[in-house]
C-alpha cells in the first residue's frame, strides 16, 4: 500500500483548518451554495476527496445518501470518528470507500450520482484533468458536479497583504503557491476547468467564490460573529466583483438530462 501523505496534516486539517472562522465560513458557504442545485432528498452522493466529511455530513443529516472517497486512512478515521457522533439514522446514510478520486468511477462500481463534490482537491493534483474525467464518468443524468479550486487570478493578494511584494509580484504569473498547510498548491481557472467539464460531458451551470473577506483576514473564533461574517461571505459570493476576487472558487456544472 502507497505511504498515507495526509497522515501527518490529518490533525491540523481537520482540528485546526475547519474549526477556524475560515473553515466554518467555508463549509456553511458551499452548503448553501450546494443546496441551490441539489435535487430533493434523498439524492445519491459521492464526495471525492471528502477527507473528514465536512462537507458531506451535513448532506446526510438532510436525509441524502453519501459516499465519501478518500486516499487517506488518517482522513478516513476522522471522518468515521465524526460520523459515530451522529444519530444512527445519519450514520446509515454514510458510507467511506478508501482509494483515489481518479478511480471514482472504478471503485464505486460504474454507479452513477446524483451529485459528485470534489472539494479542495484538484490544488494539490499536478493536472486536473484524470481527475475531471473520472467525476464526470460518475455524474447521472441531470446530476451535477461540484469542484471547489483555487483561484489563480488572486495568488498576488496574500503576498500582497502580508506585504511580501517580491513575491506578490511574482504571483502575478504564477500558477501554484504555497498554502496554509505548507504544501505547494495549484491553480485554477472558471474557464480551463469548464472546458474540462464540457470533455466530460458536462456543462458549467453556476460559479461562486467561497472565501473573500475572512481570507485575508485573522478573526479569531471566540470574539468573531461567525454567522454574520458567513452571511457577508454568501452574499459576495454571487456577485461580480467580489465573487472575481475570492481566494477559492466553486463551479457547479450539470449533466444533461
Same mark, same amino acid.
Given at each position: ?21 475560515? %473553515? ?9 451554495q ?16 471528502? %477527507? ?99 483561484? %489563480? ?44 467539464l ?28 461567525v ?31
Amino acid at each position: 500500500m502507497p505511504d498515507d501523505t495526509w497522515a501527518a496534516l490529518a490533525d491540523a486539517f481537520v482540528d485546526d483548518a475547519y474549526a477556524t472562522v475560515k %473553515g466554518r465560513v467555508r463549509t456553511y458557504v458551499l452548503h448553501q451554495q450546494l443546496l441551490a442545485h441539489l435535487p430533493t432528498a434523498p439524492a445519491a452522493v459521492l464526495d471525492v476527496g471528502g %477527507g473528514a466529511a465536512h462537507q458531506s455530513l451535513p448532506l446526510a443529516r438532510l436525509g441524502h445518501e453519501v459516499t465519501v472517497l478518500d486516499p487517506s486512512p488518517a482522513m478516513l478515521a476522522r471522518a468515521r470518528q465524526r460520523i459515530g457522533a451522529e444519530p444512527e439514522s445519519v450514520q446509515g446514510r454514510v458510507r467511506l470507500l478508501e482509494g483515489p478520486g481518479e478511480q471514482a468511477d472504478v471503485l464505486t462500481g460504474g454507479r452513477l450520482f446524483d451529485a459528485v463534490l470534489c472539494h479542495g482537491v484538484l490544488m494539490y493534483l499536478p493536472d486536473p484533468a484524470p481527475m475531471v474525467a473520472a467525476l464526470c464518468r460518475c455524474v447521472a443524468p441531470g446530476g451535477v458536479l461540484s469542484l471547489m479550486a483555487l483561484n %489563480g487570478r488572486t495568488l498576488a493578494v496574500r503576498p500582497a497583504l502580508e506585504r511580501r511584494w517580491s513575491e506578490a509580484l511574482a504571483a502575478f504569473d504564477a500558477g501554484s503557491e504555497i498554502g496554509v498547510l505548507g504544501t505547494e498548491t495549484r491553480a485554477d481557472t472558471v474557464e480551463g476547468l469548464s472546458g474540462l467539464l464540457r470533455d466530460g460531458g458536462l456543462e458549467a451551470e453556476a460559479w461562486y467564490g467561497v472565501w473573500l473577506f475572512a481570507d485575508w483576514l485573522d478573526l479569531p473564533l471566540d470574539t468573531t460573529d461567525v454567522e454574520a461574517v458567513a452571511e457577508v461571505e454568501l452574499r459576495a459570493a454571487s456577485r461580480d466583483p467580489y465573487r472575481q476576487l475570492s481566494r477559492v472558487f466553486h463551479l457547479v456544472a450539470r449533466r444533461a438530462a
